[in-house]
């Protein structure tokens, strides 16, 4: 894990020198429409919003993979469509030595306007909505039954569907053997991940920050 956060530091940095040196301007040559498809992966960290004060919150960078379809048309504005695995793991820690872990691993699917800026080598800007689907859950905690956070933990059962909104900016190089893509990444949750009827919860949000890294080959490239 270590050694893929670095190659995306790296590759961020590389770009980053780069940039500046890139006209942001479009020529006739380079005004194409690009379809692509690929494949990505990434690390990520998750975090729940809760209704409920918590003395820490301790979240793992765990990765993340997932096939990538784009299209960007001859002017600033294309699309960009993602199928993801990823896992949500988190531990509270509401009072002394009590704590929840939970870990949840989903299928997310974002559906994302594109903004991109250049030629071969673009600036991005991603934003929309999208939806998760939970593929299965583990969670478990030490919180007895004499506390008052009890009524909080004890039956929290996660919702097998969330929906919200994905925001992000990178970089993209259009090359002879394919495109690379780099992007940071923030999402939030719209829907509460637990019933707050049964968890006493008035609310609980996921979000999540990522940074992943892409490879996709070109299948239509023309005006």
């Known amino acids: 894990m270590r050694i893929l956060i670095n190659q995306i530091s790296f590759l961020v940095l590389l770009i980053g020198f780069l940039f500046p040196k890139i006209s942001l301007g479009q020529s006739d040559l380079d005004s194409k429409r690009i379809m692509s498809i690929g494949i990505k992966s990434g690390a990520s960290t998750s975090s729940l919003m809760i209704g409920i004060p918590i003395q820490k919150i301790n979240a793992p960078i765990l990765p993340s993979y997932g096939l ?12 960009q469509l993602e199928v993801n695995f990823l ?15 939970s870990t949840l691993n989903y299928i997310e699917i974002p559906m994302l306007t594109s903004l991109h800026f250049g030629n071969k080598f673009k600036f991005l800007i991603n934003f929309g909505p999208y939806l998760s689907f939970l593929i299965n ?23 097998n569907a969330d929906f919200g909104l994905s925001a992000g900016a990178g970089f993209r190089f259009q090359s002879r053997i394919g495109i690379f893509q780099a992007e940071g ?12 009827e049964k968890s006493n919860l008035d609310y609980s949000n996921m979000q999540t920050i990522s940074a992943t890294i892409s490879y996709q080959f070109v299948i239509f490239n023309g005006r």
Do not use: A, C, M
């Open 87 to 101: 896992s949500k793991q988190w531990e509270e820690n509401p009072i002394g030595d009590y704590n929840f872990n």
């Open 68 to 79: 990538i379809f784009s299209y960007l048309d001859k002017k600033i504005v294309g699309i």
């Open 137 to 159: 859950e583990q969670s478990s905690h030490t919180i007895g039954q004499e506390s008052e956070y009890y009524p909080y933990y004890h039956e929290r059962i996660p919702k």
């Open 185 to 196: 990444r923030y999402t939030f949750g719209f829907q509460n991940l637990y019933d707050p």
